[in-house]
């Protein structure tokens, strides 16, 4: 355990040390270039240490083209819920219907009986495959949204980092990337305001 600890601590060392040798580089090339550093607060560490973190749970929750997206998808989910239900019910009552019929010895033949059986496998193998079609459909349809959602995040983030000009940005889901950070590192609400801006409704249909 103690090895470990000495690693990840070795690995955040050579992290900071990288930061810093690329932010004191980009503040050479950018003086040289007659570039303007964005201004930070007096005491703000953001200005000696330049990242940031995205709260991604807070921003897709506030998100309003990922909250319409969803819906969408939603509405998709339920539609193909409903035909398959239907199907199902189809199918159960062919099945009871059947059982009836040969509790009943109400086929002509045994020949018909099979042939009517082999209708009803048919019947169920439609079935199987109509809901593993419906299943491909819509992870097809939510693997689409979420890579436009992200895409759009993507592209905003380099909009609002032009001006930031962050040299890292996390993506933080729960405490799976920040443990712990000053709120000043969290730029969650500046970029939420930035996509909602951008955002146009016809786009999540």
């Not at 897709?60 to 539609?79: E, G, R």
């Amino acid at each position: 355990m103690k090895n470990i600890s000495y690693v990840i601590n070795g690995v955040f060392a050579v992290a900071i040390i990288v930061l810093f040798i690329l932010f004191f580089t980009s503040n050479k090339k950018d003086s040289a270039e007659g570039a303007i550093s964005p201004s930070f607060a007096k005491g703000d560490s953001t200005g000696v240490l330049p990242i940031a973190y995205v709260n991604m749970d807070s921003l897709l929750m506030n998100y309003t083209y990922a909250k319409d997206a969803n819906d969408v998808l939603m509405k998709k989910y339920n539609s193909a819920n409903a035909t398959l239900t239907q199907k199902q019910r189809q199918f159960e009552n062919e099945v009871a219907d059947f059982q009836r019929k040969a509790q009943n010895n109400a086929f002509l033949s045994q020949e018909r009986m099979q042939q009517e059986s082999l209708r009803i496998q048919k019947l169920e193998a439609d079935l199987h495959s109509t809901a593993e079609k419906l299943r491909e459909d819509y992870v097809v349809e939510q693997n689409k949204m979420n890579s436009q959602v992200t895409d759009s995040v993507r592209t905003c983030l380099k909009i609002y980092n032009k001006a930031a000009n962050y040299q890292v940005i996390f993506n933080n889901v729960g405490l799976d990337n920040v443990l712990l950070a000053k709120d000043s590192y969290d730029i969650t609400k500046d970029v939420l305001l930035l996509l909602n801006s951008r955002y146009k409704p016809e786009s999540a249909k």
